[in-house]
């Protein structure tokens, strides 16, 4: 079993949407958990970091389930500029290199 | 603002040639990292470095090597190249977590390196 899986979509969505993405990680262990967002051609950049009580930053939403060991994102009406891939990261308790699953592809379309 | 620097954007070698990619980060970051990321396979961890002269093997440290013997660099050694390396390279950099941060990864642009 991969350590961190997600749908490497494409998910298509109009802008206004909203849409949700879900990761699932192996490590029980796991105690930190981020979402990344990571542009065409650029690198990634930490867009917020995962809560065990869930964390909301404008219009996005953030997840932990431990007990059923997935994380998710949620954004609310979907600009142009949420185009990009994003990554759900996670790190072990002890260990401080992180674990990145491959990425969900969001287009927002006009 | 923190800032990464990478060297090289773009890259075009030979099979076997030595190849040294180079890093710098400007926030006295003790954490620093090098990764791959290619097409369905996402980032892979090579090499990272908890402070100077030190090293820890990631997940896929075959064929490569880094040095760090200076705290603001980081660099990333290819040996003898193989076109099995021709990749996007991004070097990134951090504070411990703990009571110093979160552990948020700063990201270089990436060196895209392509072995002929």
């Known amino acids: 079993r991969k350590e961190v899986e997600q749908d490497p979509g494409p998910f298509n969505v109009p802008e206004g949407a909203t849409v949700a993405f879900n990761c699932t990680y192996s490590?029980?262990?796991?105690?930190?958990f981020f979402w990344y967002r990571q542009d065409c051609r650029k690198e990634p950049k930490l867009l917020m970091s995962?809560?065990?009580s869930g964390n909301e930053d404008g219009r996005f939403t953030a997840q932990l389930n431990r007990a059923s060991q997935y994380i998710s994102l949620l954004i609310r009406d979907s600009k142009l500029s949420d185009s990009a891939t994003y990554l759900c990261?996670?790190?072990?308790?002890?260990?401080?290199?992180?674990?990145f699953g491959k990425g969900t592809m969001l287009l927002v379309s006009p | 603002d923190v800032k990464v620097t990478q060297s090289s954007r773009y890259l075009v070698k030979r099979t076997g040639e030595k190849v040294f990619l180079e890093c710098v980060q400007d926030?006295?970051?003790?954490?620093m990292f090098w990764y791959r990321q290619d097409p369905g396979l996402g980032l892979r961890l090579i090499y990272f470095?908890?402070?100077?002269?030190?090293?820890e093997k990631g997940d896929i440290p075959e064929g490569y090597s880094v040095s760090r013997e200076k705290k603001e660099r980081f660099s990333l050694i290819l040996e003898s190249a193989s076109t099995n390396q021709t990749s996007m390279y991004l070097c990134?950099?951090?504070?411990?977590?703990?009571?110093?941060?979160?552990?948020?990864?700063?990201f270089g642009e990436g060196s895209r390196l392509t072995v002929l």
């Open positions: 990134a950099s951090s504070l411990p977590q703990g009571s110093l941060g979160t552990g948020e990864l700063f």
């Open positions: 490590n029980s262990a796991s105690q930190s």
């Open positions: 995962v809560y065990s």
């Open positions: 990261v996670v790190r072990a308790s002890g260990y401080s290199t992180l674990t």
């Open positions: 926030m006295d970051h003790e954490n």
């Open positions: 470095s908890y402070d100077v002269k030190m090293k």
